[in-house]
């Protein structure tokens, strides 16, 4: 993704990119069966996986160790057991990247506690793929592309608003999904900061103009185990923390939807995976248009093809 300010600006219109050949197509032609890497793909492999199949992308948002990559791991590792809520795993094109996020987590790394790597701020290979049928009905199919991005990137954003225009693949997102930390939301040392920051993003989000026409934005509330463990109850959070966002957000004409969920607790209080089915039915659910009409800033001159992710963006459903 191109989150450095020093790129040449580019006199020349981006091409998009090329019209995606399928693996399928691909085989057909040459007798050879390309498999896939396995590895994250970039912008221009997931936008090809949008070409193929009714997708929905979804942006991972919030800073380092807010606990993005872990919800993203636990909703592949639900699928290791059958299907999940009203869906089974029909593949993946980032089996590795999966497995490799997972590997901490496991067992057999040796390690005594469940740990996530750290996402590194420099690759472009930022999406997951999850592709998923319908448990009851198999004719239902979608892919869903999910954001691995470091929270380096979101800090940056918190820092310097403006470079937000350089996410270009937030004017695509079905989604944008904020994580926050429930652990530094019941610090008391950590609290007033974390909750400043996720206003700022969601507030950065929303005026930048840089969500497409039917994009939704969600909070994710995460480690919601901590939150607990710390004296809080889910209706103290939800009666004097949510609204000083949800009201702002309205202020926006945006309805912001919240979802808790605790991705990989400690201890037994909260089940694993709390809240994960639900989050995966909204992103896998098609979601509503948009009422109130966007304008979207145009995509920077200097935004590079493999930062323009399956653009132009959808247009707003009727
Ligand atoms: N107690 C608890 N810890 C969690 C939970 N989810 C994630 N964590 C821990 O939170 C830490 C950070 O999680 P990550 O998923 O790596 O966070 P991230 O947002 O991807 O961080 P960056 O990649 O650095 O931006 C890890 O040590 C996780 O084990 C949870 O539900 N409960
Ligand atoms: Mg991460």
């Known amino acids: 993704m191109s989150e450095s300010t020093n790129e040449p600006a580019a006199e020349e219109p981006i091409e998009a990119p090329s019209a995606p050949t399928t693996i399928d197509q691909q085989s057909a032609d040459s007798g050879i069966v390309r498999l896939p890497s396995g590895a994250a793909l970039t912008s221009i492999d997931a936008g090809a996986i949008t070409a193929r199949y009714r997708s929905g992308a979804v942006v991972v948002a919030g800073p380092h160790g807010s606990g993005k990559t872990t919800i993203l791991t636990t909703l592949y590792d639900q699928f290791q057991m059958g299907p999940f809520g009203h869906w089974a795993f029909a593949g993946s094109e980032t089996l590795l990247a999966f497995e490799e996020r997972c590997h901490d987590s496991r067992l057999a790394s040796g390690r005594s506690t469940a740990e996530t790597v750290r996402t590194s701020g420099g690759s472009h290979e930022t999406w997951l793929h999850l592709g998923l049928r319908g448990k009851e ?91 607990l463990a710390q004296g809080w109850t889910e209706a103290q959070f939800a009666n004097e923390v949510i609204p000083e966002w949800t009201d702002m957000a309205r202020s926006h004409g945006v309805d912001l939807s919240l979802h808790l969920t605790a991705a990989r607790p400690l201890g037994d209080e909260v089940p694993w995976g709390r809240g994960m089915a639900e989050l995966l039915e909204t992103w896998a659910g098609l979601s509503d248009p948009v009422i109130a009409p966007r304008t979207i800033a145009p995509v920077p001159a200097h935004a590079r093809a493999i930062d323009r992710f399956a653009w132009p963006p959808r247009e707003a459903k009727q």
């Open 137 to 227: 009905s198999t004719e239902r199919r979608i892919d869903l592309l999910l954001t691995d991005l470091s929270g380096e990137v979101f800090e940056r954003i918190l820092s310097k608003p403006e470079r937000i225009t350089e996410l270009t693949y937030l004017r695509r997102a079905d989604h944008v999904a904020v994580v926050v930390d429930g652990d530094l939301i019941a610090n008391s040392e950590t609290s007033h900061g974390v909750r400043h920051t996720t206003y700022l993003l969601l507030r950065t989000l929303l005026e930048s103009k840089t969500l497409g026409p039917t994009t939704r934005l969600e909070l994710v509330l995460s480690k919601l185990d901590r939150l």
